[in-house]
Every structure is written in structure tokens, then in C-alpha cells.
């Protein structure tokens, strides 16, 4: 029972490196109109790729239509008990086919894009859901959606709801002048930081939640030197707490480029799952009021 245990304690890590990174990395490819037809003929057997299109079939109350998601997809719980046809980033056509779905719903950044190519040469339709990491990105997505499914109606009332939540929650750090600068880390291997710049869904969130990123001048995910880790001079360290074998406070803290910063010296570092941090789809309003919270504490108002 020992080793069973001791191996699915390493599959969750592993899974959850892998959803980490899937929506890290998925900022490095460009964001791309969805491609092919806007609306399935038959909508009735739908294969969704990628954790914010399955939440946001379940939040439109139409999961009825879903036969498999994607690995990432882990939200709401009853998304797993659908089958699961792999992790979005490392898709084979033959495990999305086996679904048999009457239409694939796949997020952008799907891939790899030789079985993304495979798939969308079948005569099995294939809309690709484009990913931008703001407010309007979120409502677009939730639009499209709809669209595809043939429940506008549905999707224009999810995403005003949506858009409401949102507003309020980007607007209880709209008074806070001096704003915190948070340095996003991806992973910290051989001492090394992994930090987000620009163009990044840790970019992204980190903005609508009040915060600054502390590091500029490049897009996508970048190895900081120590100079620019002390440069940036974060507040906060931001990081992922699902993502496979993640750094402690204590390894974090020991990093002498980490310890010479603000966040360092205060020891402040906010964790948070990945898929909910990153998703930007219907709980991102949450996501920004939990990590306002944490960022400002009492100064972020409800």
C-alpha cells in the first residue's frame, strides 16, 4: 500500500508542475483569433482543452454537452469525473478522438501543434478559444464559448455578471497610491529565479489586483541574475503551490538575491493554486480579491 500511496502522491505533483507550467508557458505564444467555424453544428458531444473553457461550459450550465476535458481542467469538481483525454500542452489526436466528441473547444496554447494540425484536419470541428490576460480577455472568452454552443443569450448574461464581479473587485484597490511590486517565480532550480515579465497571465492578474510587476523590459518568463532580482526590488514574492516540488519558505528565504530585497527581509511570499491564480476565467474576480487582500490587507476595500 506504501509504494501506491508514495506514487500518487508523485503523479499529483507531477500534474500539478505540469498544469503550472501549462498556463505559465502558454503566455510565450502569440494570442490568436479562434480559428475555423464560430459555431458547432452538433454541440451536443464536446471535448474541452483547457481548465477556463471547461469552468466556463459549467458556469453557462452546459456541461451536459461535455464527453472529456483536459488534465488541467479541475474545476468544478464534477469536471473529474469526465473523462480525461491529457494535459493541454502534450495532446495526442488519438486520445482526443477516442472521445468520439461532435466538436473540440480548445484554448489557445493547446498543442503540440503537430497533433493540434492532426486534430483540425479531421472532419470533427475545431474551435480554438484565444487567450489575453486582462478584464475584457475574460469576457471574450466566456463569449466565444457561448457562441460555439449556440447560447448567446446565456453567455451575454454570464459575461455582464462576470464583468460586474470584476469591476468591483479591480476597484477595491483603485484609492492605494503606493502600490506593492510583486515578483512572480516560477521555479527556483539550482538557486536560479524564474520570474514573469510582461505579456504573462502572472503579469496579468498581478495588475488587476493593484499590484506592479518588479520586473520590466522583456516579455514571457525569463532567469533573473542576482543583480536584477535585487534591482527589482519586490515587496512580495508571488508563487504557485501546486507546482510539483516548489520551493519552501526557507529554501526561498536563503537565496541571498531574495534576502536582500523588501520581500526578503520580510519574509513575505503569497501562494496560491495555479489554475485558480492563472486561470482568467469566471473565478478571476475572486482571484483578485484574495490576492488584493493580500497584498493591502485592511487597505483594500471590500
Known sequence: MAPLLKRARVFRMALGAAIGLALAFAALLPVRAAEGPEVFADPSKIAAIGGSITEIVFALGEQDRLVARDSTSRYPEAALKLPDVGYMRQLSPEGVLSVNPSGILALHGSGPKQAIDVL??????????????????????????????????KADAL???????????????????????????????????????????????IKLSGGVNAVDGFSGYKQLSDEAVITARPDVILMMNNAGAAASDDELFANPSILSTPAGAARKVVRMDGGYLLGFGPRTADVIHDLAASLYGGQAED
Open 159 to 205: 459575461a455582464a455578471e462576470i464583468d460586474a464581479k470584476l469591476k468591483a473587485a479591480e476597484k477595491q484597490t483603485a484609492s492605494i497610491k503606493d502600490r506593492t511590486r510583486v515578483l512572480f517565480v516560477l521555479s527556483m532550480q539550482g538557486g536560479k529565479i524564474l520570474a514573469s515579465g510582461s505579456d504573462t497571465a502572472a503579469d496579468g492578474i
Open 120 to 153: 483540425k484536419k479531421t472532419s470533427i470541428p475545431f474551435i480554438e478559444v484565444p487567450e489575453r490576460y486582462d478584464h475584457e480577455g475574460i469576457l471574450e472568452k466566456i463569449r466565444i464559448v457561448g457562441k460555439a454552443l449556440g447560447v448567446d443569450a
